[in-house]
């Protein structure tokens, strides 16, 4: 199933592999990571092993039916409902038996018995994920920090995100004068995110070879965490910097919690300094069981429902289509069929999630439309290229946002609209000459996605 990439394929320089961690300490760079950062960079490397992930025989050929949609807290089939969620506590909820089970977890508290910090930003994913529904989006923020060299980026110590919260206050993460290159990025929604996991890494290069060549998005290479760091096309966040759910939770268990797991056994520090004294439980201090529950309960999630479709929400559809919007936020997307495997071969589309339509309104590629936030995915040179592209957005669930764009600073539809310039130029050029009804169509489209 594996094949390496022609480099004319995807631009994210897969060449700067072969070795990419001892060229970067035979440079300048060693003074300025820690062993630490170094460990946590060397698991981000990935085998330039793309799997098509198109799948094969009679699940192929079926005909795709559309993915379930509603905020109503029922599972979309990947896992059973489970035992009625009221009747659920730490004592009685079992990890991974099903949705009700594993949104328990997603919505677990932790306390500092239970490992959280030294440093972190919330204590449980929920607090971060709530809108409408458990695992969808909210206003809250994260901070980034970090600075060039020589055009380089690298991180502010001990990694560009900047924990908002600790444990004890001496723990306490400060941005460190000198880190000039700072971002907010606000809290997606990963209701229906399952059907995301589910799109083949060829589905997504398909989509940029259709792009023209001016709009053409980037498709960045990630490793999975979870498959000895196989290479896939990441999808997830706003810079698509992980391909999978379970990696992007083990992530996040780590640095929004300070939940250390095996993907991530060591704590975060404060700003280079090592608090590790401020949190006394062994690590791991999860053995992967919350992870995978995590990952399970957003694979359950059904898509994000259309509101009502009234005439205008038709027509604004067409003019969407008309000013090139939908080249970036692609409307409908198929998943790879049932029995295919996906992540590095750690999971096999099941039914639930297999050759369904989705209409997520993105291509998951990065653009530069002239907001990118300046931080890369990694401080490499493979990654550098994403410094300052943003991940389209997807529009899904859109209705339920009023903090728009990644640093959650546009307050409205248009005003997020008119900061799309670069790739999407076009587009704005078109919107600005838009007459009122078409102006009003377009608004009246927008939310009632
Ligand atoms: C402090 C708030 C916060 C907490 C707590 C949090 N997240 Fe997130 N989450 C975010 C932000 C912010 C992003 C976007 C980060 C980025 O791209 O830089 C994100 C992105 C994600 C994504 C990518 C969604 C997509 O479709 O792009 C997933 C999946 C996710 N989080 C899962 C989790 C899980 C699982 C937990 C609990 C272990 C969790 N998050 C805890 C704020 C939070
Ligand atoms: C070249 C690709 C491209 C085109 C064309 C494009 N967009 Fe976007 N769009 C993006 C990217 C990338 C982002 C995220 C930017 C960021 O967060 O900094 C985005 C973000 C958005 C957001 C904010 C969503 C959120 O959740 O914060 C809206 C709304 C939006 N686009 C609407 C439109 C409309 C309407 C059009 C057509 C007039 C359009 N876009 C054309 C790439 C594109």
Redesign the pocket.
Known sequence: MGRRLPSTRVPVSVRALAAPLAVLLATSVIAQISPRDAARRARFLHDANLDAETGSGAASLAPATEAPAAFDNLTNGFDPQGPPFETLDEDTAVALRSFNDNRFAFEEVEGIADGLGPTYNAQSCRECHQNIVTGG?SQVTVQRAGHLLNGQFFDSQGGSLIHSRATHPDAMELVTPGEPVRTFR?S?STVGDGFVEAIANDTLLGIRNSQPLG?R?LPVVVPVLEANGRARIGRFG?KGQHASLESFSADAYLNEMGITTPTFPLENTSSGRDVSAYDTVADPEDDGEDVQAFANFMRSTKAPPRGAITPAVTAGAQV?EH???????VASITTAPAGTPINGGRLIVPAALGNKVIHPYS?FL????G???GIPIQPTEEYAATAN???????WG?RT?N??????L?FT?EE??E??G???S???R??RNLGAADRAS?LAF?NSL
């Open positions: 989006a606000i997606p709009m998005g706003w969407f000013l090139g919007c939908s080249t970036c936020h291509d990065l653009h530069d439309i907001t990118g936030d592209k943003m991940r389209t957005a997807p529009l859109l946002r903090r728009l764009m990644h640093d959650g546009s539809r997020a609209i900061r799309h670069g790739q999407a076009n587009s704005r078109l919107f377009l927008l």
